[in-house]
């Protein structure tokens, strides 16, 4: 069982950045393919990002290509996504995933998520 604390939310305006972290209990979090997703007021949740074991391959949605980056420390059993160029649409509740692979992540067949943690972009 894999448990996943996110932090690093909050309140901020739009152009600037956050950066949330997502913590993993588990020792074998190296041999899981990790991502982000976000779910908006009155919405479906929706992929952000994802990032390989090894994270040496990445993925992202097109709302967010060129402004967010995901990464992980594997030593740490972190994975991270920096945020830039906020706007008021970035905001939602942002989920951390585990899954088997990016595909699977990307396809939302995650394993394991994270209770959230609230980003707010104001205008």
């Known amino acids: 069982q894999v448990q996943l604390v996110e932090s690093g939310g909050g309140l901020v305006q739009a152009g600037g950045s956050l950066r949330l972290s997502c913590a993993a209990s588990?020792?074998?979090?190296?041999?899981?393919?990790m991502g982000w997703f976000r779910q908006a007021p009155g919405k479906e949740r929706e992929f952000v990002a994802a990032?390989?074991?090894?994270?040496?391959?990445?993925t992202y949605a097109d709302s967010v290509k060129g402004r967010f980056t995901i990464s992980r420390d594997n030593a740490k059993n972190t994975v991270y996504l920096q945020m830039t160029s906020l706007k008021p649409e970035d905001t939602a509740v942002y989920y951390c995933?585990?899954?088997?692979?990016?595909?699977?992540?990307?396809?939302?067949?995650?394993?394991?998520w994270g209770q959230g943690t609230q980003v707010t972009v104001s205008s």
């Open positions: 588990e020792r074998t979090f190296s041999s899981y393919a």
């Open positions: 990032i390989r074991w090894s994270g040496g391959s990445t």
């Open positions: 995933a585990a899954g088997q692979t990016t595909r699977t992540v990307v396809d939302g067949k995650v394993g394991y």
